[in-house]
């Protein structure tokens, strides 16, 4: 686990959660209470948050990721998603000249991290078109740092994958309870997806994870059990995303997480594990307007923009809703410059 921050501010109100996480307390006691900061409290969470990724990456620099959504194809039956492989929905895969031309595009507007993302396909033919595509990116824009995000594959596909040259990988645990990880994943279990990540970071992988939260049946321990989970595992990065129940995913009439439970364990993530990058979501500003300067200020330092998936395939790729917030570059120019923090002009890690 990353050193905690201690002392780093000094709010009014003794005893808060606050006041003890800024004196080193890590109890289960403290970090419950801080989930449920809200108000004045919640502000000197985030403000504590933000002196520990103050600390760590003084030039105050956002790493600005752009992301192509290679592929919606899904074997998975996720509960929560809209792409589940029982989705009727028109299903795709980037060919390679396309993909190229989109790269290309990217690299000439200045950005150096590239998101490849895709549905949970593990068929080989599908893993070595993507790791061709990777030795071709590499090969073509060697300074472009390159970030996979694919789902379960087997141990010997993340070794081709990373011999290919991918340098990061992101794999959501989701959850923490093996119960609760099969009721909204059937016929996948957290054992296979913690198997899963070992393996990423024992073939090189510099590897990020997280959980959603808000979701049906998940209890605010379960959440404390799932920042503990992050402190056990070798991350270079992290995330938090709340759920946005999709009108074709199977919980499509649950309710909408609580973005503040969501903000408060980022701010709680940033705290614990200062030295790993952290997102700041979409989801958030579709769960609450603001949500994504939120992120910011409770001590996000990467930002995605939805400025690489060719536009005819952007509607086919609803991880949760058709009705997607895909930030583009102004709309994250606006957040980082609200939140007074720059863009970076290369991977922060």
């Known amino acids: 686990m990353d050193a905690g921050v201690s002392a780093l501010v000094a709010p009014q109100r003794k005893n808060s959660p606050v006041e003890a996480l800024a004196s080193g307390d890590r109890s289960r006691e403290t970090l419950r209470g801080a989930l449920l900061a809200r108000g004045t409290e919640q502000e000197e969470l985030f403000s504590l948050a933000r002196a520990a990724r103050d600390a760590v990456w003084p030039a105050r620099e956002v790493e600005t990721r752009s992301v192509i959504e290679l592929s919606n194809v899904c074997q998975q039956s996720c509960n929560y998603c809209s792409m589940a492989k029982e989705t009727k929905l028109k299903r795709y895969v980037?060919?390679?000249e396309l993909l190229m031309e989109r790269v290309e595009f990217l690299h000439a507007l200045g950005r150096r991290v590239l998101v490849l993302q895709s549905g949970e396909n593990d068929s080989d033919n599908f893993v070595g078109y993507v790791a061709k595509c990777v030795?071709?990116?590499?090969?073509?824009?060697?300074?472009?740092?390159?970030?996979?995000?694919?789902?379960?594959?087997?141990?010997?596909?993340?070794?081709?994958?990373?011999?290919?040259?991918?340098?990061?990988?992101?794999l959501k645990f989701e959850t923490s309870s093996p119960s609760l990880y099969e009721m909204w994943k059937p016929g996948d279990s957290l054992a296979q997806r913690l198997a899963c990540l070992r393996d990423l970071i024992e073939v090189g992988f510099k590897t990020g994870t997280?959980?959603?939260t808000g979701m049906p049946g998940q209890s605010l321990d379960d959440v404390l059990d799932d920042l503990i989970l992050l402190g056990r595992l070798d991350l270079t990065m992290m995330s938090c995303?709340?759920?946005?129940?999709?009108?074709?995913?199977?919980?499509?009439?649950?309710?909408?997480?609580?973005?503040?439970?969501?903000?408060?364990?980022?701010?709680?993530?940033?705290?614990?594990?200062?030295?790993?990058l952290m997102p700041t979501t979409s989801c958030l500003?579709?769960?609450?307007?603001?949500?994504?300067?939120?992120?910011?200020?409770?001590?996000?330092?990467?930002?995605?923009?939805?400025?690489?998936?060719?536009e005819e395939f952007k509607k086919l790729f609803p991880i949760y809703s058709t009705d997607r917030c895909s930030p583009d570059y102004a709309r994250c120019e606006a957040i980082v410059r609200d939140a007074r923090l720059s863009f970076g002009k290369a991977p922060l890690i």
Do not use: W
Request: glycine share 12%; aromatic share 6%; charged share 25%.
């Open 94 to 96: 980037i060919k390679h």
């Open 210 to 212: 997280g959980n959603i």
């Open 285 to 310: 500003e579709r769960g609450k307007k603001g949500g994504q300067l939120a992120g910011l200020m409770a001590g996000a330092n990467t930002v995605t923009i939805h400025d690489g998936t060719p």
């Open 135 to 170: 030795t071709e990116i590499k090969r073509r824009f060697p300074d472009l740092e390159l970030i996979l995000s694919l789902g379960n594959l087997s141990h010997a596909q993340y070794v081709r994958l990373r011999e290919a040259g991918a340098e990061r990988y992101n």
């Open 241 to 276: 995303t709340v759920f946005i129940p999709g009108e074709m995913c199977g919980y499509r009439d649950e309710p909408m997480g609580d973005v503040d439970i969501a903000l408060n364990q980022m701010a709680l993530m940033r705290i614990l594990y200062p030295t790993r």
